[in-house]
Nanobody, 116 residues
Framework: QVQLVESGGDLVQAGGSLRLSCAAS????????MGWYRQGPGQQRELVATITSSGFANYADSVKGRFTISGDNAKKSVYLQMNSLKPEDTAVYYC??????????WGQGTQVTVSS
């Protein structure tokens, strides 16, 4: 009933920037926390950043100072501004939603490729 629609993945050169977007659609959604995870080639899926409905953000150490997560409760959306991109940021980026009644949803993923 709930879908997470992602966009913004692209091919970019090292040092460049991208902005990922994820919007919850379908039925009415009550958001507790939204975030971004990523899975690089041959790697485990890992947390990138999360943000609560009240605006509290958390980041993986590897992206602190380069990435910024933000949310829009009215639009039921979350964004990830990625600056100073590195080749090791290359991954499929997945949006994740946990509702206020603890239901979990994943997006389909969007490919980010950073060339050196």
């Amino acid at each position: 009933q709930v879908q997470l629609v992602e966009s913004g993945g692209d091919l970019v050169q090292a040092g460049g920037s991208l902005r990922l977007s994820c919007a919850a659609s379908g039925n009415q959604v009550s958001i507790n926390i939204m975030g971004w995870y990523r899975q690089g080639p041959g790697q485990q899926r890992e947390l990138v950043a999360t943000i609560t409905s009240s605006g509290f953000a958390n980041y993986a150490d590897s992206v602190k100072g380069r990435f910024t997560i933000s949310g829009d409760n009215a639009k039921k959306s979350v964004y990830l501004q990625m600056n100073s991109l590195k080749p090791e940021d290359t991954a499929v980026y997945y949006c994740r939603l946990i509702t206020s009644n603890f239901r979990l949803y994943w997006g389909q993923g969007t490919q980010v490729t950073v060339s050196s």
